[in-house]
Nanobody
């Protein structure tokens, strides 16, 4: 079965950085588009970023553009989210997703999901 496991979350001060990782197994990982979502308490799930299977096509939500960078290492079956200039509003559970293409990832339907990793940014 396909499994996605997120890691790298934690507590940081505003202005700090974190790098999230998502390790995949049980799938032809290098052929899947990958992405990141987040969900804050009382809020709807929010699309953050996506990358194509080659890593040449990327898309970011306006709220994180210029601060977050998505990348992937297909040799390690891992996708990353580098988060810089973190703000308290970034506090949320971050989820990794996998789908057939970047449009499917951004739509947030079907595909596969990890269990999430908590990111907390203090003021």
């Amino acid at each position: 079965q396909v499994q996605l496991v997120e890691s790298g979350g934690g507590l940081v001060q505003a202005g700090g950085s974190l790098r999230l990782s998502c390790a995949a197994s049980g799938m032809p990982y290098s052929t899947y588009a990958m992405g990141w979502f987040r969900q804050a308490p009382g809020k709807e799930r929010e699309f953050i970023a996506s990358t194509s299977w080659r890593g040449t096509i990327t898309k970011y939500a306006d709220s994180v553009k210029g601060r977050f960078t998505i990348s992937r290492d297909n040799a390690q079956n891992t996708v990353y989210l580098q988060m810089n200039s973190l703000e308290p509003v970034d506090t949320a559970v971050y989820y990794c997703s996998a789908n057939t293409d970047t449009r499917a990832v951004a739509a947030g339907t079907n595909g596969y999901w990890g269990q999430g990793t908590q990111v907390t940014v203090s003021s």
